[in-house]
Structure formats: C-alpha cells, structure tokens
C-alpha cells in the first residue's frame, strides 16, 4: 500500500508564511507528478502547483511569486512554501502524487495512478 502523509498547516496572519511538506511510503516502484491542490468551503479543489517528473513545475496564477513547490526524490516528499499568504489562501490543501507501487506482495510494478493525502488545514486571518 502507499500513503502520502501531510504535515505543516495550521493558522497564520495575514503576510505570514507557512509550509506544507507530504512524504509517500509504502512499496513504491516509481512517482510520477507530485503536486498541491487546495480546496475552500464550497468550492471545488484545485491544482495550487504542480512538480513535474522533468524537475518543471507549473502554479496556478493566484500564487505565483509567493508559493514556491520543491521535491526530494530520495525522500519521496513534496514541499510547498508559502509566503505572502492572503485570507483567499484559506483552504484544505491536498498532497497528490502519480505513483507506481507493486502488484500485491511480487516484485512487478503495477500501473501508476493518483494518490491523495488527508488533507491538510491552512487557515489564514485577516
């Protein structure tokens, strides 16, 4: 089984930073894209930044210049560093990544498919 485990919300003003980090563990053959999305009350989620495989990364507009998205392939984590934040920022943020772990208990890698985290809550005052 693979897991992606979040870590670093909670409560900040408003101009403050925080930053969100995400490890996978279990039987993992292989990560694809790891990302952020983030999803507000009554709103659908959406893609926050994306780290491709190629190291290219790609923002949503709202946060460009004030989020910043890195990854530790030998630690299989994701971090998300957010600066300048807004009270629009104020969400549930999601850590996402495209993994190929094992079929059952052999050595064969099984297809990759998107992978979620438990979700993470950023709350940003005014």
């Known amino acids: 089984q693979v897991q992606l485990v979040e870590s670093g919300g909670g409560l900040v003003q408003s101009g403050g930073s925080l930053r969100l980090s995400c490890t996978a563990s279990?039987?993992?053959?292989?990560?694809?894209?790891m990302g952020w999305y983030r999803q507000a009350p009554g709103k659908q989620r959406e893609l926050v930044a994306i780290?491709?495989?190629?190291?290219?990364?790609n923002y949503t507009d709202s946060v460009k210049g004030r989020f910043t998205i890195s990854r530790d392939n030998t630690k299989n984590t994701v971090n998300l560093q957010m600066n300048s934040l807004k009270p629009e920022d104020t969400a549930v943020y999601y850590c996402?990544?495209?993994?190929?772990?094992?079929?059952?208990?052999?050595?064969?890698?099984?297809?990759?498919?998107?992978?979620w985290g438990q979700g993470t809550q950023v709350t940003v005052s005014s």
């Open positions: 996402n990544a495209l993994v190929s772990g094992y079929i059952g208990s052999s050595y064969f890698p099984s297809p990759p498919r998107d992978y």
């Open positions: 780290n491709n495989i190629d190291s290219t990364t």
């Open positions: 279990g039987r993992i053959f292989s990560i694809g894209a």
